[in-house]
């Protein structure tokens, strides 16, 4: 059995994928730059309401709402983002192509 984060892949899977581990590790990359995307984005956009409360004061359960909508939705989209390129690399892995999307040899 090999490790690969918290779960246990069988040998003969992880002979099959050599490309496995790398996979893994650009998914567990993807979804951290997500994390801390919500951390940076909600901490941002609730200071950012913060120094904006004096011309336009609102309650305080209305910044914090809409600082994590903000949050998330960058969360979102860069794991989103992210977890593409890593499908990418899996599909290169795998296959040793780029998908088609990703071809430089046709001209746009």
């Given at each position: 059995?090999?490790?690969?984060?918290?779960?246990?892949?069988?040998?003969?899977?992880?002979?099959?994928?050599?490309?496995?581990?790398?996979?893994?590790?650009?998914?567990?990359?993807?979804?951290?730059?997500?994390?801390?995307?919500?951390?940076?984005?909600?901490?941002?956009?609730?200071?950012?309401?913060?120094?904006?409360?004096?011309?336009?004061?609102?309650?305080?359960?209305?910044?914090?709402?809409?600082?994590?909508?903000?949050?998330s939705?960058?969360?979102?989209?860069?794991?989103?983002?992210?977890?593409?390129?890593?499908?990418?690399l899996?599909?290169?892995?795998?296959?040793?192509?780029?998908?088609?999307?990703?071809?430089?040899?046709?001209?746009?």
């Amino acid at each position: 059995m090999v490790n690969l984060g918290l779960s246990r892949v069988d040998d003969a899977v992880a002979a099959k994928h050599p490309g496995l581990g790398e996979y893994a590790a650009c998914q567990s990359n993807a979804f951290v730059k997500g994390v801390l995307t919500f951390v940076a984005g909600t901490g941002g956009t609730f200071g950012l309401q913060i120094l904006t409360r004096r011309k336009f004061p609102y309650p305080v359960q209305w910044s914090v709402l809409v600082a994590v909508v903000a949050g998330s939705v960058a969360s979102y989209g860069v794991t989103r983002v992210e977890s593409q390129k890593c499908s990418n690399l899996w599909l290169f892995l795998e296959t040793a192509q780029l998908p088609k999307d990703m071809d430089t040899d046709q001209p746009r």
